[in-house]
T-cell receptor
Framework: AQKITQTQPGMFVQEKEAVTLDCTYD???????LFWYKQPSSGEMIFLIY??????QNATEGRYSLNFQKARKSANLVISASQLGDSAMYFC?????????????FGGGTRLMVKP | SQTIHQWPATLVQPVGSPLSLECTVE??????LYWYRQAAGRGLQLLFY??????ISSEVPQNLSASRPQDRQFILSSKKLLLSDSGFYLC??????????????FGEGSRLTVL
């Protein structure tokens, strides 16, 4: 079974509007972390935001917020006031447990295209 | 500040030829190191990770191998490349996880095309 599922292969959003990128995860471990990364066309992976499984409040970083619904096992990324520079691939990822290797499992990604 | 570099950035190799991709991290000690592969338009697949010199864990059986000869150096190798080895290879590092995000920091990537 997929541990991280991103069901939207591609999304369009109008500049200055908000957009939500979906992510669902699957784990039986009570301790885990959820991450979002941005990958522009250059290929680099840019860390955006993190949510711990025990965090009571949704994480926010500037225009990025994470809508964490633990019971539904979803960790959607919300980008407010979209900018042309937000056009990129976005990946959701999970770290399970307190593994010494600290490995992340990634979803298939969502390509976001911001229209002027 | 910490930096991570990997090279070469682009590589075109014939089937059956060897491969060596290198990755180095600066500004930190005892990092965890990772090699991920990304097929075109797809997500990242973990290939190898290392928690210390000479300690390599493989996530998927494959035609590739990894080595960590020094604390901040991670090398991805193959003796004979296959067509299916084509892809975008990303090296990453993280601190030893002690709570908090422990996010991965990625290099610029190496694009391998096997012909």
């Amino acid at each position: 079974a997929q541990k991280i599922t991103q069901t939207q292969p591609g999304m369009f959003v109008q500049e200055k509007e908000a957009v939500t990128l979906d992510c669902t995860y699957d784990t039986s471990d009570p301790s885990y972390g959820l991450f979002w990364y941005k990958q522009p066309s250059s290929g680099e992976m840019i860390f955006l935001i993190y949510q711990g499984s025990y965090d009571q409040q949704n994480a926010t970083e500037g225009r990025y917020s994470l809508n964490f619904q633990k019971a539904r096992k979803s960790a959607n990324l919300v980008i407010s006031a979209s900018q042309l520079g937000d056009s990129a691939m976005y990946f959701c990822a999970m770290r399970e447990g307190r593994n010494a290797g600290n490995m992340l499992t990634f979803g298939g990604g969502t390509r976001l295209m911001v229209k002027p | 500040s910490q930096t991570i570099h990997q090279w070469p950035a682009t590589l075109v190799q014939p089937v059956g030829s060897p491969l060596s991709l290198e990755c180095t991290v600066e500004g930190t000690s005892n990092p965890n190191l990772y090699w991920y592969r990304q097929a075109a338009g797809r997500g990242l697949q973990l290939l190898f990770y290392s928690v210390g010199i000479g300690q390599i864990s493989s996530e998927v059986p494959q035609n590739l191998s990894a080595s960590r000869p020094q604390d901040r150096q991670f090398i991805l190798s193959s003796k004979k490349l296959l067509l299916s080895d084509s892809g975008f290879y990303l090296c990453a590092w993280s601190v030893r996880w002690r709570g908090g995000p422990g996010e991965l920091f990625f290099g610029e990537g190496s694009r391998l095309t096997v012909l």
